[in-house]
């Protein structure tokens, strides 16, 4: 079945970064458009970043425009989150998320803090 597992968050001073990554498996990664979310305390989930089968197109929300860059490795089933210039507000779960022709699915998370 398919599985998303991200990993890569932590604790970060303002201003600093983080790569989060995202293996895949279950499915043909190669031709499958992937996304990033984000869910803060208290918020909605929010879109962050989407990249295409591939890595032609990418596109962002207006919150990271400039600061995150998305990137993948259809060699190793692995999509990234370079996070750059992180702000206290980023503070989030961190969810990569797919879709097959069964639906959608996403990873477990992975807890991104920005504090000093």
């Known amino acids: 079945q398919v599985q998303l597992v991200e990993s890569g968050g932590g604790l970060v001073q303002p201003g600093g970064s983080l790569r989060l990554s995202c293996a895949a498996s279950?499915?043909?990664?190669?031709?499958?458009?992937m996304y990033w979310y984000r869910q803060a305390p208290g918020k909605e989930r929010e879109w962050v970043a989407v990249?295409?089968?591939?890595?032609?197109?990418?596109n962002y929300g207006d919150s990271v425009k400039g600061r995150f860059t998305i990137s993948r490795d259809n060699a190793k089933n692995t999509v990234y989150l370079q996070m750059n210039s992180l702000k206290p507000e980023d503070t989030a779960v961190y969810y990569c998320?797919?879709?097959?022709?069964?639906?959608?699915?996403w990873g477990q998370g992975t807890q991104v803090t920005v504090s000093s």
């Open positions: 998320k797919t879709a097959t022709s069964v639906g959608s699915h």
């Open positions: 279950g499915f043909t990664f190669s031709t499958t458009t």
């Open positions: 990249i295409t089968s591939t890595g032609t197109s990418t």
